[in-house]
Nanobody, 115 residues
């Protein structure tokens, strides 16, 4: 069974940086598409960034120029480098992966940006 586990969340001051990781386990070699979503209290879950198997990325306007997505060579671990963090970035961040038409989700990791 496929499992996704996020790590790297925590408390950071405005303007600071964090790097989130998403490790995939299971019997599959790679996914067709991966990405990061986030959900703040009282708000709907929103796409932060996605990346396809060929490396095409799609960033939310709110994070362009500040966040960067990447994967390891085997495409089993995904990262989200977050720079110049703002209080409005505070949310639970979820790892997402798609294989064929099936979605897989991690449990989420809390990111809090506050002074």
């Amino acid at each position: 069974q496929v499992q996704l586990v996020e790590s790297g969340g925590g408390l950071v001051q405005p303007g600071g940086s964090l790097r989130l990781s998403c490790a995939a386990s299971g019997s599959i070699a790679s996914f067709d598409r991966m990405g990061w979503y986030r959900q703040a209290p009282g708000k709907e879950r929103e796409l932060v960034v996605s990346i396809t198997t060929i490396g095409t990325t799609d960033y939310a306007d709110s994070v362009k120029g500040r966040f960067t997505i990447s994967r390891d060579g085997a495409k089993r671990t995904m990262y989200l480098q977050m720079n110049s963090l703002k209080p409005e970035d505070t949310a639970v961040y979820y790892c997402n992966a798609v294989l064929y038409s099936t979605d897989y989700w991690g449990r989420g990791t809390q990111v809090t940006v506050s002074s």
